[in-house]
């Protein structure tokens, strides 16, 4: 649908991307609120007992890192990414119903998602609304529409971690891949795959407590973006709430 919606679907889809994989160079991260090291407030790592993962291949450590977060009941990631003069904040949590969040750039344009099963609800500031519809009075509205409509599909995906992942993480089957060294990340001890494929390569952070989960991707030395992103709240509960019908406009054509 329009340029406001392109923008943020190419640049925090086809830009994340590029935190590993370098199809773009252009990337997303976390609200000022989520500066620092987030710590883990999920259940799974109270009493999460070492996984021995360090022991086998960077590969295998990331293939299971990947389908132990791919399946988690919730999670939150955030993040921040620089790259091609831009930057941009991620925040979004997820649970087996939806996700909530926001996704902000530096010119000041932002997004705030939710998703409950398969109603999605968009909220936006004036200048988007001036820019698909000239309504000024549209401005911190939401627009609800159906998860399946292909008109909205790049921001949809931001709210399935199944498809936002695979962005964050696209490591090649060709990419060298060896581990790197060990230490506590957010609170939980992790061992680090790192991928040396030139120009895009990074690290992905995985926990050795309790189930395999990526704990943190970051871009690496020499990449063409920088940044990283984290992923904590594993197991979480994760408040949903569809926003006021007085704040829902739906646009129909």
Request: proline letters at 8%; one cysteine or more.
């Amino acid at each position: 649908m329009r340029r406001v919606l392109s923008l943020f679907a190419v640049l925090l889809l086809a830009g994340t991307a590029g935190l590993l994989a370098g199809c773009d160079d252009r990337q997303p991260s976390p609200p000022p609120a989520q500066a620092g090291n987030p710590t883990p407030t999920g259940p799974v790592y109270r009493s999460g007992k070492p996984n021995g993962l360090e022991k086998r291949p960077a590969r295998e450590i990331l293939a299971k890192a990947l389908a132990a977060t791919r399946g988690a009941t919730s999670l939150r990631i955030t993040g921040t990414y620089r790259s091609g003069g831009q930057t941009f904040d991620l925040d979004m949590r997820y649970d087996a119903t939806g996700a909530r969040g926001e996704h902000r750039l530096s010119e000041g344009e932002s997004l705030r998602i939710v998703r409950i099963q398969n109603e999605v609800w968009l909220r936006a500031g004036e200048r988007f609304w001036r820019d698909i519809v000239g309504a000024r009075s549209f401005r911190d509205k939401y627009l609800r529409f159906p998860a399946d409509d292909p008109r909205y599909a790049g921001v949809v995906d931001l709210t399935y971690p199944d498809r936002l992942i695979p962005k964050l993480i696209a490591v090649g089957p060709r990419d060298p891949l060896v581990k790197g060294e060990i230490k506590v990340v957010n609170g939980v001890r992790a061992v680090e795959v790192v991928d040396r494929a030139s120009r895009r390569g990074g690290s992905i952070w995985v926990a050795l407590q309790g189930p395999p989960y990526v704990v943190r991707v970051e871009a690496g030395v020499g990449s063409r973006a920088s940044g990283s992103v984290d992923f904590f709240d594993y197991g979480a509960p994760v408040k949903l709430t569809a926003p006021d019908p007085r704040q829902v406009v739906e646009l129909t054509g």
